[in-house]
C-alpha cells in the first residue's frame, strides 16, 4: 500500500551572497521583498537541500517525490544526478527517486523565478514569489501503482453526467496505472454503496456507474460531495489504492439569463482571491486558506475567481465543500511571448489534469488581459487556438473562457475564440465614469445576444486610512470605495445577463511594482486589507447584498472627526428596516434593501447606534473645527487653475484632451513625459499598457486634467504647475 510521508522538514536555503539557513516548507524568499514597494524584489536562482536517510522499500516499492508548487521553474537533483526539470510555478509535479536512492542522501533542489522569455507570467500585477512555497510530501508506492508522473495526475478521472429529469448521474471513472489486473471501484452512498470491478487495458480503465436518487452537489445550499475508492489489483491482492471526491452537478449559461445550477437560475456573484497574505507572501498553510474561506462564506459570496494561476489544491478541496462554484486559469497574463506557447499549453494540461475532479470547477480560463501591452496578432490568436482545442480535448464538459482588457475591441477575432467571454472594466476607477461600465456591458449584449458575456474583475483601490464627505476618484479613500461599488453591484442586480461578476478583489494583496495611495508594493483594491483581517466597509455593502445572516454594519468607523454640520451616516444590512440612534435617542427608521443613508446634525461628540432586531452597530463620530490631515491623502490643497490671471487660452494647457495634446509634437512630447511618471507608480502592466493604441484611442477625449485627478499623487502638485507652465508656452495653430 501506499504510503505519503510529509517531507517539509529541515532543508536548508541557501540564496546567492548570503549565509544557508534552516528552513520548513512552505518558504518563499520574496516574503518581505517582495511586498514592500520598489518593483526590486529579489528574482533569481536559489537552492533548497535536504539530507535524508533512504525510506524503507520492501519488494520493488518505489519512492516519488511530490512538490506542490515551486515557483517558477525547479531542477531536482538527488547525490549529484539530474533527476528533473519543471517549468511553471503553480502546479503540482512528482519526480521518481528511486533509482538514485543511496543510503544517505543529499537532495537538492535549484528553484528560479527570474525573468525570462518563455514561463508565464513574466509582467502581471502581482509579484512572482520564489520558493517551495507548497507542500513537498515522499509518496511510497509498490511497484505497480496508480500512475503519479503524467502531467502531475492524480491517477484518477471522474466525470459525472446528470440527468436532472431521472434524477441519476452517470458516473464515468478512468483510473491510469503501470501494471496490476484490475480496479475494484468503491462508491459509497446514502442507500449504501456502488461496486465495480474494471479490467485493465493498456494501463487503462474505463467503468461507468449509475447513481440513481443521486445527492446533487449544489452550490452552496448543498455541496454533497461523493469519495470513489479504486483498488489496484493483482493476483487477487490490493497493491494499492487511491481516491477521489466528487460532486454531481449540472450547469449551462444563457446569453440572455445568465448561470444555471442542477436546472434553477443562479446568478454567480463573488469576488477573486490571490494566494498571498501580509509577512507570509505565498507560503501559506491550510489555516490561511481556510480562513481565507471563512472570510468568503461570511461575505455569501457563492463564486471565486481563483486569480491568475493554479491555487493549492487545498483550497479547490474548500471550495467543493463549502459549494463555492470556481473560475479557474493559467497565468497567460498581460503579455504574450513568442517563445511562451509550450509553457502556456503545458500549464493548462497540468491545471486540467491535476484540478479535473472538483466539482466547484465551472471553466478554464485560457488568459488574462493577454492585449494589455500589445496588439492581437495572428501569433496571439493562434496560441488562444491551441489552448482552447487542449481544453476541449482534455475536458468536454467544461466551457473555456477569457478575462478581456477593457480596450480590447468587442468585435475582435480574440473573443469568439473561447466558449465564453468576460471583461475587466475599471471606468469610474483608473479611467472614465462609473456610468461607462453599464453602457459598454449594454451595448455589448445588445451587439452580441447570443454571446455569454460576464464581468471578470472591476474594483477601486482604498485606504482605510483615508476619509472624505465628498470622496472622488482617485481619492483612495474607504468611502469611494463604497460609491463605487453601490454603483456597480446596482448594476450587476439589473443585469442577470451577466453569466458571471467578480469583485477584484477580496483581499489586498503584494504587486512590488506598486506605490500609490499611501501604500508601498501592495494593490488596494480588496475588500479585506492584505492581513486579510481588516474588512472595509465595502466588504459589507456585498454582504448585505449576498449573505442570508442578518446583520447591521455602520460605515465610517474609522472615520470619526467630520467638520460638516450634518454628516451621512451610512448602515449596510440585509435586514428589511434599520433604526438608527444618535446619543442613545432614536433619530430614525428607515426601511429599504441593502444601503440605509441617515443625516445626522453633528454638534460635539455622538455615538451612533444602528439597531435591526437582534442586530446591532455603534460607533463614535465627533464634529471638529479643522479638517483630520490624517484623513487626507491629498496632502496638497487643490490648486485651481485657471484662477491664475496670466492663463492664455490660446495656448495649450492642461484643459485640453489627450488627444489634442498628442496632435503636437511638443505637447505630445510633454504628454509621453507625464504619463511615464504616472504609470511607474502603478507597476509594470501600467507601463506596457501606455503602448496600447487602443487605450489611446480611448483616452483621446478626456482632459488631461481629469487624468492627473484620476492619478492619485503619482503626479504631484508642483509637477502639474511646471505641466501646465509648459503647456502654456506652446501657441495652439488656429
Ligand atoms: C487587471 C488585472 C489584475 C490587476 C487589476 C488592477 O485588470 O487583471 O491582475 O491587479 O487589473 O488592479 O489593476
Excluded at 494589455?372 to 480535448?393: K, M
Excluded at 474594483?459 to 463604497?482: I, L, R, V, W
Excluded at 480588496?526 to 466588504?539: I, P
Excluded at 509594470?684 to 487602443?694: M, Q
Aim: one cysteine or more; a negative charge.
Amino acid at each position: 500500500m501506499r504510503q505519503i510521508i510529509p517531507f517539509n522538514d529541515n532543508w536548508n536555503f541557501h540564496k546567492p551572497g548570503e549565509p544557508a539557513v534552516a528552513v520548513t516548507l512552505p518558504h518563499t524568499w520574496n516574503a518581505i521583498d517582495g511586498q514592500d514597494g520598489g518593483n526590486d524584489y529579489w528574482r533569481g536562482t536559489a537552492t533548497y537541500s535536504k539530507l535524508f536517510a533512504k525510506p524503507e522499500l520492501k519488494d520493488g516499492e518505489r519512492c516519488f517525490i511530490e512538490f506542490c508548487g515551486a515557483a517558477m521553474t525547479a531542477d531536482v537533483i538527488l547525490n549529484g544526478d539530474h533527476l528533473a526539470h519543471h517549468e511553471g510555478g503553480y502546479s503540482t509535479f512528482r519526480v521518481d527517486l528511486t533509482e538514485a536512492l543511496e543510503e544517505d542522501n543529499l537532495l537538492v533542489v535549484s528553484v528560479d523565478n527570474s525573468a525570462n522569455d518563455r514561463v508565464y507570467p513574466q509582467m502581471a500585477d502581482f509579484t512572482f514569489y520564489g520558493g517551495i512555497y507548497r507542500d513537498v510530501k515522499l509518496i511510497v508506492v509498490p511497484a505497480e501503482h496508480f500512475e503519479l508522473l503524467k502531467d502531475g495526475t492524480p491517477g484518477i478521472k471522474v466525470t459525472p453526467e446528470v440527468r436532472l429529469r431521472e434524477r441519476d448521474a452517470y458516473v464515468a471513472v478512468e483510473t491510469w496505472s503501470n501494471g496490476g489486473s484490475e480496479v475494484w471501484l468503491e462508491i459509497p452512498t446514502e442507500h449504501g454503496k456502488e461496486f465495480r470491478k474494471a479490467e485493465i487495458g493498456n494501463g487503462h480503465t474505463y467503468t461507468n456507474i449509475i447513481l440513481k436518487n443521486v445527492h446533487l452537489w449544489d452550490g452552496v445550499n448543498d455541496p454533497h460531495l461523493y469519495t470513489v475508492t479504486a483498488k489496484l489489483v493483482k493476483n487477487g491482492e490490493v497493491v494499492d489504492e487511491i481516491s477521489a471526491r466528487f460532486g454531481c452537478r449540472e450547469f449551462h449559461i444563457d446569453p440572455e439569463k445568465g448561470f444555471f445550477l442542477n436546472g434553477r437560475s443562479y446568478p454567480l456573484r463573488g469576488v477573486s482571491r490571490h494566494q498571498d497574505r501580509i509577512g507570509l507572501g505565498s507560503a501559506l498553510t491550510l489555516k490561511e486558506h481556510e480562513e481565507d474561506m471563512a472570510v468568503v462564506r461570511e461575505l455569501g459570496a457563492n463564486t471565486l475567481r481563483l486569480a491568475h494561476y493554479q491555487h493549492a489544491q487545498e483550497f479547490y478541496d474548500l471550495c467543493d465543500e463549502n459549494g463555492i462554484i470556481v473560475w479557474a486559469e493559467i497565468p497567460y497574463i498581460s503579455k504574450h511571448m513568442t517563445n511562451g506557447k509550450a509553457n502556456a499549453l503545458a500549464q493548462m494540461k497540468e491545471l486540467i489534469t491535476q484540478c479535473y475532479n472538483h466539482p466547484s470547477i465551472v471553466c478554464w480560463g485560457l488568459s488574462n488581459e493577454i492585449t494589455a501591452s500589445g496588439t492581437v496578432t495572428e501569433e496571439l490568436l493562434q496560441d488562444h487556438r491551441e489552448l482552447n482545442e487542449l481544453c476541449h480535448e482534455l475536458d468536454s464538459t467544461r466551457p473555456t473562457v477569457m478575462a478581456h482588457a477593457f480596450m480590447l475591441e468587442k468585435d475582435s477575432p480574440l473573443i469568439p475564440i473561447a466558449d465564453i467571454a468576460s471583461y475587466n472594466l475599471y471606468f469610474g476607477w483608473y479611467l472614465g465614469e462609473l456610468t461607462q461600465n453599464e453602457q459598454f456591458f449594454d451595448e455589448y449584449h445588445a451587439t452580441y445576444p447570443d454571446r455569454v458575456i460576464g464581468f471578470s474583475e472591476y474594483g477601486a483601490d482604498a485606504n482605510t486610512a483615508f476619509h472624505s464627505s465628498q470622496p472622488e476618484k482617485g481619492d483612495y479613500t474607504e468611502e469611494y470605495q463604497c460609491v463605487y461599488h453601490e454603483h456597480i453591484l446596482k448594476l450587476i442586480e439589473e443585469r442577470p445577463y451577466l453569466w458571471a461578476t467578480h469583485v477584484w478583489n477580496l483581499f489586498d494583496f503584494a504587486a512590488d511594482g506598486r506605490d500609490e495611495g499611501g501604500k508601498k508594493g501592495e494593490n488596494q483594491k480588496g475588500l479585506v486589507e492584505f492581513d486579510h483581517k481588516t474588512k472595509k466597509d465595502a466588504f459589507y455593502l456585498y454582504k448585505a447584498a449576498w449573505s442570508k445572516e442578518p446583520f447591521v454594519h455602520l460605515c465610517g468607523k474609522r472615520y470619526v472627526d467630520r467638520v460638516e454640520e450634518k454628516t451621512e451616516i451610512k448602515v449596510y444590512s440585509n435586514c428589511e428596516s434599520v433604526t438608527l440612534c444618535v446619543d442613545g435617542r432614536k433619530l430614525e427608521t428607515k426601511s429599504g434593501r441593502t444601503v440605509f443613508p441617515f443625516t445626522v446634525p453633528l454638534t460635539g461628540e455622538h455615538k451612533i447606534e444602528a439597531v435591526s432586531g437582534e442586530c446591532r452597530d455603534s460607533m463614535t463620530v465627533r464634529r471638529v473645527n479643522t479638517p483630520n490631515s490624517s484623513y487626507l491623502f491629498r496632502k496638497q490643497a487643490v490648486i485651481n487653475w485657471f484662477d491664475a490671471a496670466d492663463y492664455d487660452p490660446s495656448c495649450y494647457s492642461i484643459k485640453d484632451t489627450m488627444g489634442a495634446l498628442s496632435q503636437n509634437p511638443r505637447t505630445a512630447a510633454i504628454l509621453g513625459r507625464m504619463m511615464k511618471r504616472m504609470t511607474a507608480s502603478r507597476g509594470d502592466v501600467a507601463k506596457g499598457a501606455n503602448n496600447n493604441a487602443n487605450l489611446q484611442k480611448m483616452m483621446a477625449g478626456l482632459s488631461l486634467e481629469s487624468l492627473i485627478k484620476q492619478a492619485g499623487d503619482s503626479v504631484p502638485g508642483e509637477m502639474i504647475r511646471s505641466l501646465n507652465a509648459a503647456l502654456q508656452q506652446i501657441k495652439k495653430e488656429s
